[in-house]
């Protein structure tokens, strides 16, 4: 049972667009939400994060977008940039436990 | 950000041999280290949640007497696989955080293992 779902494998996107990476979350108790992005043969590099308590959470480039009700987060990057080309996982927490589940990973390309 | 770092970064070993890799975090003391695996183009896996000074915790379906772990100081956890097979190949990673439950995890480059 996938209980975080990342249903976009792919993703293209031309320099200076907008990329917005979307992830989908079954369990009511993950309370706590993190991107990832991976480069192949790399271990995942943290990105931003999000608490369950907030909607949104800013960091440069890079927002995180949370609706509770929907069970659903975004990652938007804006402008996106050719070094943002990786894969980028979406991981939840419940909290306490500190366990990360993790969606399957969505590629990003971002074209010049 | 915090470092955390895997030896070796690939290794090559014949069927029936054991691995050890040694994840360990160089600026920081990680109460808590997480080893995961992944497989090409499939997300990571939580395989064991390690606590320093006791026994890992294994997720359901991971042989624990297969994938022995060690978590014997803040700054170093070690992942034996025993007997590896062919099915053993992977890329594995480990993490670290400092254990509080919200707490990021910092993740080590990575292990390649290819079991011939």
């Known amino acids: 049972d996938q209980q975080v779902k990342q249903n976009s494998p792919s993703l293209s996107v031309q320099e200076g667009r907008i990329s917005i990476l979307n992830c989908d979350y079954t369990n009511s108790m993950f309370d706590y939400f993190l991107w990832y992005k991976k480069y192949p043969a790399e271990g995942p590099t943290f990105l931003i994060s999000i608490s369950s308590i907030k909607d949104k959470n800013e960091d440069g480039r890079f927002t995180v977008f949370l609706n509770k009700s929907a069970k659903h987060l975004s990652l938007h990057i804006v402008p996106s940039q050719p070094g943002d080309s990786a894969v980028y996982f979406c991981a939840a927490s419940d909290g306490n436990t500190g366990k990360l589940i993790f969606g399957q990973g969505t590629t990003l390309q971002v074209k010049p | 950000g915090a470092v955390v770092s895997q030896h070796p970064s690939r290794v090559i070993c014949k069927s029936g041999t054991s691995v050890k890799i040694e994840c360990r975090s160089l600026?920081?003391?990680?109460?808590?280290m997480f080893w995961y695996r992944q497989f090409p183009k499939q997300s990571l896996m939580l395989m064991a949640t390690s606590n320093e000074g006791s026994k890992a915790t294994y997720e359901q379906g991971v042989e624990k007497d297969k994938f022995l772990i060690n978590h014997a100081s803040l700054t170093l956890s070690t992942l034996t696989v025993t007997s590896a097979h062919p099915e053993d190949s992977s890329f594995y990673i480990c993490?670290?955080?400092?254990?509080?439950?919200?707490?990021?995890?910092?993740f080590g480059p990575g292990t390649r293992l290819t079991v011939l």
């Open positions: 993490s670290a955080s400092l254990g509080r439950g919200t707490d990021t995890q910092y």
């Open positions: 600026d920081f003391q990680a109460t808590t």
